[in-house]
């Protein structure tokens, strides 16, 4: 059973940092694409960034750009997303997706397993 366990959300300054975990389990994920997409109060779930596991490629929103880095732990099988420089936007709630991508990987319909969501608050 694929299960994708996120943690380190909460409740940050405008301007601060938080660290995303996302533990996999339950199959290889090496050939997988792993994402991160939020989806703030009434609002659609939006790409945020993602990465493909076996060559480390990432990719990332415009909005995220320079501020975000996402990353992962083979021995752990944990990927990462660091975010800095918070802003009041990035509030929403943060899921972690994993799914055999292709060429594009924005696309939230594109990834086939999904986390439960972390809850992430900036404060302005």
């Known amino acids: 059973q694929v299960q994708l366990v996120e943690s380190g959300g909460g409740l940050v300054q405008a301007g601060g940092s938080l660290r995303l975990s996302c533990a996999a389990s339950?199959?290889?994920?090496?050939?997988?694409?792993m994402g991160w997409f939020r989806q703030a109060p009434g609002k659609e779930r939006d790409f945020v960034a993602a990465?493909?596991?076996?060559?480390?490629?990432?990719y990332y929103a415009d909005s995220v750009k320079g501020r975000f880095t996402i990353s992962r732990d083979n021995a752990r099988n944990t990927v990462y997303l660091q975010m800095n420089s918070l802003k009041p936007e990035g509030t929403g709630v943060y899921y972690c997706?994993?799914?055999?991508?292709?060429?594009?990987?924005?696309?939230?319909?594109?990834?086939?397993?999904w986390g439960q969501g972390t809850q992430v608050t900036v404060s302005s």
């Open positions: 339950g199959r290889t994920f090496s050939s997988y694409t």
């Open positions: 990465i493909r596991w076996s060559s480390g490629r990432t």
């Open positions: 997706a994993a799914g055999p991508t292709g060429p594009v990987v924005g696309g939230d319909h594109d990834y086939n397993y």
